[in-house]
């Protein structure tokens, strides 16, 4: 589904992701694991076309991310880290834009929006202002956003920061029936315990390296995942 060919990010002379080559397949949950600075971020971001790299290829479906940005961002849906919300329109008007930006047909925006109001709990709230809402329905709200176009691929980074364990549940179970509909997820989380339930594999940078990259049954192998992170990014 995605391929990552030697990609390389530099600022100056400091290098934030490094020869990073590896794929992503169709339908898993894979995820991005590393402590601050890592290049978690920085990867999704070349990704996601926030950043050119310095060098390296991405593919999508075979399809060279350099000169098909177009279509590629058809396919491609992304939740950020931060909340990045218009505070001055409803949680419905939000979705509008949104819609509208991906120049979706008016009888189909409203579907799409319903639905996805009423998939994540959200349809009672439709004609409240974003500020009114809780830390947890607002990121149930980034990932609504997220789907507006019907992606193939959603990338997720840091999508439960923050919040209490109660509502992190409630997001994973979000996620696990993302991908029961065929999404691929691409997950970026400082939590050990969501790589461990969520990710089918995972691939643990440090430095802006690739240390490892394995099944999270491989990587564990009779041991925790946070004991394999700990001394792979010592």
């Known amino acids: ?85 218009d505070q001055d329109l409803t949680v419905a008007e939000n979705l509008e834009l949104h819609a509208r930006l991906h120049r979706l047909p008016k009888i189909e925006r409203k579907k799409i929006i319903d639905e996805l109001l009423n998939f994540v709990e959200l349809k009672s709230v439709e004609n409240d202002f974003i500020k009114k809402l809780s830390g947890g329905m607002k990121r149930r709200l980034l990932i609504v956003r997220a789907l507006i176009h019907h992606p193939k691929i959603l990338f997720l980074d840091e999508p439960t920061v923050a919040l209490d364990p109660q509502v992190r549940r409630k997001i994973w179970e979000l996620i696990q029936n993302l991908k029961s509909r065929g999404i691929t997820i691409v997950l970026t989380t400082h939590y050990i315990e969501e790589a461990e339930f969520l990710c089918d594999r995972a691939a643990i940078l440090n430095s802006g390296k690739l240390v490892a990259l394995d099944t999270i049954k491989n990587l564990c192998a009779g041991r925790s995942l946070e004991e394999i992170f700990i001394e792979l990014t010592k």
């Open 1 to 85: 589904m995605i391929r990552l060919e030697n990609l390389t990010k530099k600022f100056g002379e400091f290098t934030a992701v490094n020869d990073l080559s590896f794929e992503i397949f169709r339908g898993e949950v894979f995820g991005l694991l590393g402590k601050n600075g890592a290049g978690k971020t920085t990867t999704i971001k070349m990704l996601t076309m926030q950043l050119k790299s310095t060098s390296g290829k991405i593919f999508f479906e075979n399809l060279n991310q350099a000169g098909n940005e177009l279509e590629i961002k058809k396919i491609i849906g992304l939740v950020p880290q931060h909340l990045n919300f």
